[in-house]
């Protein structure tokens, strides 16, 4: 089975409070172009980050806002910040660094919640049960069906009903492998669950 590859450049996911901070009040997300999963966006607004040792602008919010913020860096992302930024599962923000942000009307301080996002596969149900998989399995990854060397290893499954099938990687580790939006990779024909 094929999977569609997609780089993330860094971005934010908002709650409605820190939105309405940043923005306006009672400030709603315009959509600039739908994301590849079900009911996501990115948005036509933007933020600047910043760290300790540095700033990032133009970063781009994906919509709707969420219960909780999240900020997925890159390790070129992170070390420009100087954000020790764990690497770890969406939604997994447990005692990660914070961050200030800057909107137009005004910066919010993070006390938490910035990560490299964990290489992962999204996938349906449907999916999951032809490649005989569940959610949170770990799997191995190849750029071509049979080929034996992985591309990326212990790459985390996420199953909801409504996933599009994709591999998620962020756009520097796809570079250094070689991919391209667009590209296509394929499970290691191996036992899908990496001990």
Do not use: C, W
Not at 15 to 29: C, W
Not at 85 to 97: F, M, N
Request: without cysteine; aromatic residues 4%.
């Amino acid at each position: 089975m094929r999977i569609p590859v997609v780089l993330s450049a860094p971005h934010v996911h908002l709650t409605a409070s820190v939105i309405e901070e940043l923005f306006s009040d009672k400030y709603r997300l315009h959509v600039k172009s739908p994301a590849s999963q079900p009911s996501q966006f990115a948005a036509e607004e933007v933020v600047t980050l910043i760290g300790p040792r540095g700033r990032l602008s133009n970063i781009r919010v994906i919509g709707p806002p969420r219960s909780h913020n999240q900020v997925e860096l890159s390790g070129f992302a992170a070390a420009t910040l100087g954000i020790d930024a764990p690497a770890r599962a969406s939604g997994d923000l447990s005692g990660t660094p914070g961050i200030v942000i800057e909107g137009p009307r005004a910066r919010a301080t993070l006390s938490g919640g910035v990560i490299r996002a964990l290489r992962h596969i999204h996938m349906s149900p449907t999916d999951a049960a032809r490649l005989n998989i569940k959610d949170e399995d770990r799997v191995n990854v190849v750029s071509r069906a049979l080929t034996a060397e992985p591309l990326f290893q212990d790459v985390i499954v996420r199953v909801a009903p409504g996933f599009q099938l994709e591999l998620h990687v962020d756009a520097e580790d796809g570079a250094a492998a070689g991919l391209r939006a667009g590209d296509y990779v394929f499970l290691a024909d191996t036992d899908p669950r990496v001990p």
